[in-house]
């Protein structure tokens, strides 16, 4: 089995071992050293990476037999290895978990939510709780309970145990391991079983920032970061506030009733567009009707767009046809779309146009027997489509 060394001293940055088995893991060359600092995904905590000797360690995990599997870059030469721990990421990686420790029994105090599950994640971190509807002020309070604990700069321990006596040590939860039990002792706030990495001093994590919760699985998922990612979080959130300040020459407490004044602008001026264009178009089919050829069928448009979405040309057909006795057939080259469209009082299916027009030249497209489009229409046909789509309904029963 190899020697656990991140148990013993989780701030260990270099460390010297021997390599004592070779693998084959994820198509990659992988060892087992005889002991290692190297921490493997494991409780929701992602592995370390770093070096051993000048060779990249990708990925570390722990096998059934509790050996440490380190998957190296490439192969490496002889037996004995130095090993070292890329740092920022081993401590970010203490941060969040310990700042979860801490958030979690905050929960309990604030609002008897228990922690169901923690996942470090690359950006930030969530924690799922065993309650339905928390308040944004629960939310407020265990965050600021959690941040006094921080600025407090409580020592955190490490103890060890067993099965036996975890109880009378009053643990936030229970552990299911067998022998030495592991405990993390965050000093007179909150005690639970992890074989995580953690700060020594709840002060190292500086800061815990709650940024956000939904609902999830019955239960609620908090997303937060600490340490430096909450740093990072402030500096971005902070530079974009000053750049929305800059934008619309205001103090950064007016920006949010500012963005509502402008969101209700946009919404009034989206309506009055949408009726500007309702009335264009109105415009213009009722130039396209009078300008319209008159068969034994109907009175019909035929007309190809380009740079024209097929929205406005079915909107613009609706309001040729809601004139009786019209026909509309209506393409877009550039799209390679077609629309047509019957009024209410003649006969023939648009539907059944499309699709025999579809069988004769390509394409494909359906609708409604008063309205149909097609798409995919090759380029070299789409006259054709139109002189057949138009022939169908010259045949059609009256």
Request: glycine content about 8%; aromatic content about 6%; hydrophobic content about 40%.
């Amino acid at each position: 089995m190899t020697k656990h060394l991140y148990y013993e001293d989780s701030y260990l940055r270099e460390f010297s071992a021997t390599v004592i088995d070779r693998h084959t893991v994820e198509k990659r060359p992988a060892v087992i050293l005889d002991q290692t600092a190297f921490y493997p995904e494991s409780g929701g905590q992602p592995f370390d990476t770093g070096y051993l000797n000048d060779v990249r360690v990708l990925k570390v995990v722990e096998d059934n037999s509790a050996h440490i599997v380190h998957i190296l870059e490439r192969e490496i030469a002889g037996s004995q290895v130095l090993g070292r721990i890329d740092w920022d990421r081993r401590f970010d990686h203490m941060q969040q978990h310990t700042g979860q420790h801490i958030l979690s029994q905050a929960f309990i105090a604030v609002a008897q939510a228990k922690t169901l599950s923690f996942h470090l994640g690359q950006d930030s971190s969530t924690i799922d709780l065993e309650i339905e509807q928390p308040s944004p002020g629960q939310m407020d309070e265990a965050q600021a309970l959690a941040a006094t604990i921080v600025f407090q700069n409580r020592p955190v321990h490490v103890l060890t145990t067993d099965r036996e006596s975890l109880r009378s040590l009053g643990v936030r939860k229970e552990s299911q391991r067998e022998g030495e039990i592991r405990i993390i002792d965050v000093e007179s706030f909150d005690r639970s079983p992890c074989g995580g990495t953690h700060v020594r001093n709840t002060g190292e994590i500086g800061l815990i920032c709650i940024l956000g919760f939904e609902r999830y699985k019955g239960g609620t998922r908090v997303e937060f970061v600490a340490g430096n990612r909450a740093l990072r979080s402030f500096q971005r959130d902070h530079a974009l506030l000053k750049r929305l300040s800059r934008l619309h020459s205001a103090v950064p407490d007016a920006i949010p009733e500012l963005m509502e004044k402008l969101l209700q602008e946009r919404m009034s001026l989206s309506r009055e567009i949408e009726n500007l264009r309702d009335q264009v178009l109105d415009v213009e089919a009722k130039e396209l009707v009078g300008s319209s050829e008159q068969t034994a069928y109907a009175a019909t448009v035929r007309k190809i767009y380009s740079a024209r979405s097929l929205e406005s040309v079915k909107t613009l057909a609706q309001k040729v046809v809601a004139r009786p006795g019209t026909l509309a057939i209506l393409a877009i080259s550039d799209a390679l779309q077609v629309v047509v469209a019957r009024s209410k009082d003649l006969p023939g299916s648009c539907n059944d146009a499309v699709k025999h027009a579809a069988s004769e030249f390509g394409g494909k497209g359906g609708g409604r027997p008063e309205l149909a489009q097609a798409g995919g229409v090759p380029a070299d046909s789409l006259d054709s489509w139109m002189v057949a789509l138009e022939k169908y309904f010259l045949t059609a029963e009256k």
